[in-house]
């Protein structure tokens, strides 16, 4: 059973400081599914003062990057023996398909690593700079230790996206977890513990918004790295900015689907579905805003309509035909279905869904639901929804498509569906995201992502997600010096 009663701290399993526990309940069956401790301050300060000792004393302090990046390549080993586990663990946990849990959680967190430990191999740690008065020996330094907190949504994905980067900069991490979906996270700890990540390098305490700010104001921790929504990252922007600390925020979208009149419409359903409607709705990058032209509008409704209809609500555990699972908690089907009442009260027209699908009396579900004739001031095209809600919105020209997805308070992501690659290429040029897909939904692992706007400050992934992992040191030399690099 997925029951643990100690913490991840130090390289060792300890008791924890409280009594308190999360339960973890699985959103499909509201059965569960297993249990951890719920940190406390006292459980965080002591993971501070490990992963502070281990970036100071032990083998990890001023390991070669060579040797950090051969621990990872063992973690990654471990994980792809245990990915099929860890896919059905988060399938149970998140109540996401069995199929993007294949892909979107484990594929992609393995793909994530795989990508770190590459580059940890590659990157140039010291470089020298020829300058007016001589060569500056260029150092990029670990920045410290890192405050990890993640989202419930993408689990074990969004702490790749962290401890990948803070693992090749030679960081280390106290991870907090989001008390809803805790459970991969031990599973992490006790594969890094086998694959011989020295002690303190990463300390797990999974913890609610209280004990996550002892984290963030936290003296002794150099950077935060935060994924959530954005009302959190403003408040965790703001403590941090107080104290100069350095943060990257991943937050929130609202992200627009151009599909442009050149498209057929039949060949990219599938991908502009599941764009949409990823992880039950529950996605930052989630193409939540079709655009269609008038002249094609009622078209792409329809088509739209009918493939969202045809989604299978269910459990998803062990059934991979399920490709609609449950929200994570009731009170986001709350949340999700005020959201349904306000755009039907705005006058929008839903063309499918709208309810709770019939015959699942367990598990916290909402019908897949799109809305048309939607203008995009109303409340359900600005706001995040979170759940699988889709708004398509009619636009005149192509200038205009671009008007309405720019018109957002978001910035995450965008795709344009079109016939003619350059100039949808054009069209991703005009939109003020930080991530554009042209003709599908991707994410590049060798190239920044990140957040325009609302949805965020900062960019993981790439060498530009390492960089924000690494503190710059010039060390200034006489004339003529030719130093010997160290990575
Ligand atoms: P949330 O902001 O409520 O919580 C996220 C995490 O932050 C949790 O671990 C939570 O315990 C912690 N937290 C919340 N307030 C905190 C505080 N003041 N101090 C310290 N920790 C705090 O978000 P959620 O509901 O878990 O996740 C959904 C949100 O995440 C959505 O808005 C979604 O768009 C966003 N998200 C963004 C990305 C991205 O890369 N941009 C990826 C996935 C999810």
């Known amino acids: 059973m997925n029951h643990y009663e100690q913490l991840y701290i130090g390289g060792e399993w300890v008791n924890p400081a409280g009594p308190d526990r999360f339960q973890v309940i699985n959103p499909a069956t509201e059965e569960l599914l297993g249990s951890t401790p719920e940190g406390s301050v006292a459980d965080i300060d002591r993971a501070v003062v490990a992963a502070r000792s281990a970036l100071t ?28 586990d860890l896919a059905n663990l988060i399938t149970a946990e998140v109540g996401c398909p069995l199929l993007f849990a294949h892909f979107g959680q484990v594929g992609a967190a393995n793909m994530v690593l795989d990508y770190f430990t590459n580059l940890t191999r590659e990157y140039e740690f010291e470089e020298v700079r020829q300058d007016m008065l001589g060569p500056a020996l260029v150092r990029k330094e670990p ?13 074990l994905f969004i702490t790749m996206l962290k401890l990948g980067p803070t693992l090749a900069s030679g960081s280390t991490m106290v991870l907090k977890p989001a008390p809803e979906t805790p459970l991969s996270s031990f599973v992490l700890a006790e594969l890094a513990h086998q694959a011989g990540l020295p002690a303190g390098v990463l300390n797990i305490v999974p913890a609610g918004r209280e004990v996550g700010e002892h984290l963030v104001t936290h003296p002794d921790v150099d950077k935060i790295s935060f994924t959530g929504s954005t009302v959190a990252g403003r408040k965790i922007g703001a403590l941090c900015g107080e104290r100069l600390r350095p943060c990257t925020l991943e937050l929130g979208g609202k992200s627009a689907a151009i599909v442009l009149d050149d498209v057929d419409l039949d060949a990219i359903i599938p991908e502009l579905i599941s764009a949409a409607t990823m992880n039950n709705g529950q996605a930052c990058v989630g193409q939540t805003r079709i655009l269609a032209s008038r002249t094609r509008y009622a078209e792409v409704v329809d088509a739209v309509t009918e493939a969202m209809a045809a989604l299978v609500p269910g459990d998803p555990s062990g059934n991979f035909d399920v490709t609609l699972g449950p929200l994570i908690a009731e009170r986001q089907r709350d949340r999700v279905e005020g959201y349904i009442a306000a755009g039907i009260a705005e006058g929008a027209r839903v063309t499918t869904g709208g309810g709770r699908p019939a015959g699942l009396d367990k598990g916290w579900f909402v019908e897949a639901t799109l809305f048309a004739d939607v203008d995009n001031s109303m409340k359900i095209a600005q706001e995040e929804i979170f759940g699988p809600v889709v708004v398509a919105i009619p636009y005149e020209d192509q200038a205009d498509a671009i008007r309405i997805a720019n018109d957002s308070a978001y910035g995450l992501s965008g795709t344009v569906w079109t016939s003619d690659v350059e100039n949808g290429i054009d069209v991703a040029r005009g939109v003020r995201t930080g991530n554009y897909t042209v003709n599908g939904f991707g994410m590049a692992w060798g190239a920044p992502f990140g957040g325009f706007k609302q949805s965020g400050v900062g960019r993981e992934l790439g060498p530009e997600g390492l960089g924000e992992f690494l503190a710059s040191k010039t060390i200034n030399l006489p004339a003529g010096t030719e130093p010997t690099l160290k990575y």
């Not at 920045?143 to 689990?155: D, F, K, S, T, Y």
């Open 57 to 84: 004393t032990g083998d990890w302090a001023g390991m070669p990057a060579a040797e950090r990046a051969d621990i990872m390549g063992r973690l990654l080993a471990l994980l792809g023996e245990k990915a099929d």
């Open 143 to 155: 920045i410290g230790v890192v405050g990890g907190i993640i989202p419930w949504n993408v689990p």
